[in-house]
């Protein structure tokens, strides 16, 4: 019996195998490689982007909040404010008061302008002598490091002659994150960057906002003073 073909003789010998090898090429394995090099390159690339998105996203959402909140502290205080001269004798006790503020050393637009006023905005303690009326303050700080100005409101709850507007009171941190305010005053026909009740203006009929953050974002708003 000729059982050449079960064992692979031909007529020619034994057949040949390949000569492949079974296992990968070097120049396999570098293009598998470099593929998913490229591959781990764009996951990664595609979570980083939507990380810091997200971080951008949150980021806004956080500077939003803060105007948000800030700006209405300041609009219920200017719309509230009220000034009364009768009050004023011997010491001035009722104010509006607004100064314009600009560092010394900058590029000459940034402002840090300061605002005292009294306003009818207190919520008054149960059991205390506090009135509706209280005089609150904003203005602002440099760090003791230089690296910028921290942003402060003052609260003085109970008014009386013995102690004047704009001293007394307590004060605390509001936020470091504003890189200029900006105060402007109308009296109804022009506006100015100061305002003093105590020279006879009153309360102005408006004030002007504008709030920058130190992400560059800017905020304007203009509210009208309650008479």
Do not use: H
Request: aromatic share 10%; charged share 20%; no cysteine.
């Amino acid at each position: 019996m000729n059982n050449n073909s079960d064992w692979g003789i031909g007529k020619s010998g034994w057949n040949t195998v390949s000569s492949r090898s079974a296992g990968f090429t070097l120049l396999e394995v570098l293009i598998a490689v470099a593929i998913m090099s490229v591959l781990v390159g764009v996951i990664y690339t595609s979570f980083f982007t939507a990380g810091w998105n997200v971080e951008k996203a949150e980021a806004g959402r956080d500077a939003t909040d803060l105007v948000r909140t800030l700006v209405a502290k300041l609009s219920s205080d200017i719309t509230n404010a009220w000034i009364n001269a009768g009050l004023n004798t011997p010491a001035v006790t009722t104010i509006f008061y607004g100064k314009k503020v600009q560092p010394e050393a900058g590029d000459g637009t940034k402002r840090y302008d300061e605002l005292y006023l009294t306003t009818l905005t207190n919520w008054r303690k149960p059991g205390s002598q506090e009135t509706d009326l209280w005089e609150v303050g904003y203005y602002f700080k440099q760090r003791p490091d230089g690296s910028g100005y921290d942003m402060l409101r003052r609260e003085k709850r109970e008014l009386s002659q013995d102690v004047p507007a704009l001293e007394g009171g307590t004060e605390y941190g509001l936020t470091n994150r504003i890189e200029s305010l900006q105060f402007r005053y109308s009296n109804g026909t022009t506006w100015s960057d100061e305002w003093d009740s105590r020279t006879g203006q009153g309360v102005p009929r408006a004030v002007e906002i504008t709030l920058v953050l130190n992400d560059g974002s800017a905020y304007i708003t203009q509210v009208e003073v309650g008479r």
